[in-house]
């Protein structure tokens, strides 16, 4: 009883320090919030700044790699917790990106391109990219099971009994989930580079998360075809 009651009070906690921290990264990534200081003019303020942003990106990277390596897994099953892994795995990561995000230091004064959003007609443009854009990835994850992504059904699924929902899963949608555990590699590019005012630390970060996603996603034609036949599947239910 006790170990069912503090799963719940970790999932919860952990759902919604998630979404809070997802509500922040969706205002730090499409954010036309952009301060150009004097200070940012020399090279060696660029640079320390760029050093550090990197250095934050590194960390990401290697937690987010651990921590969805099958190590991580199995060390959760050897604890008895592995229906709490994904819960701990997302809080993990909610804890780096929040860190980055209250870390990031801009460098406005390179720039690789600038549309002033000051023009009503640029802005809509751009806002309306983005949404689609969050909108997109964020419809991909409910269409996944975005209680599973969360961590919510597992820890549910153990209190009732039940095996793990993974397990309810078909053979082409678990090779999919290790292939691509949460879309969308073309929603994250819109978010990533359709952006007004590229500046170099806005460079590192889309080069950063882009060459990442390339290298972590492999999906292949097999998958492709599963999630499309797996989209007009939904389409019809929902229709």
């Known amino acids: 009883m006790?170990?069912?009651?503090?799963?719940?009070?970790?999932?919860?906690?952990?759902?919604?320090?998630t979404s809070y921290v997802l509500c922040r990264l969706t205002y730090f990534l499409s954010s036309h919030?952009?301060?150009?200081h004097s200070d940012d003019s020399t090279e060696q303020a660029a640079f320390s700044n760029l050093f550090l942003d990197m250095l934050l990106l590194t960390v990401f990277i290697l937690q987010h790699s651990l921590m969805a390596s099958n190590r991580f897994k199995q060390i959760c099953c050897n604890l008895y917790i592995e229906h709490l892994s994904r819960s701990i795995y997302n809080a993990c990561n909610s804890v780096i990106v929040n860190f980055l995000i209250n870390n990031w230091q801009q460098v406005p004064f390179y720039h690789f391109w600038h549309f002033s959003t000051s023009s009503s007609t640029?802005?809509?443009l751009f806002n309306s990219l983005h949404?689609?854009?969050?909108s997109y990835i964020y419809s991909g994850c409910i269409m996944m099971d975005i209680a599973e992504l969360y961590g919510l059904k597992q820890?549910?699924?153990?209190?009732?009994g039940r095996n793990s929902p993974l397990d309810n899963k078909s053979t082409e949608l678990k090779r999919y989930m290790n292939h691509m555990r949460h879309p969308s590699f073309t929603g994250f590019l819109i978010v990533l580079w359709l952006y007004p005012f590229m500046s170099l630390?806005?460079?590192?970060?889309?080069?950063?998360f882009t060459g990442y996603m390339v290298v972590r996603w492999t999906t292949d034609p097999e998958d492709y075809n599963y999630h499309v036949?797996?989209?007009?599947?939904k389409q019809m239910e929902l229709s």
Request: glycine share 0%.
């Open 131 to 134: 949404v689609f854009a969050w």
């Open 229 to 233: 036949r797996y989209f007009q599947q």
């Open 33 to 36: 919030d952009i301060h150009i």
């Open 201 to 208: 630390d806005r460079m590192l970060l889309a080069i950063v």
């Open 155 to 160: 820890v549910f699924y153990r209190i009732s």
């Open 122 to 124: 640029v802005s809509i």
């Open 2 to 17: 006790i170990a069912n009651v503090l799963s719940v009070i970790v999932s919860a906690c952990s759902f919604l320090f």
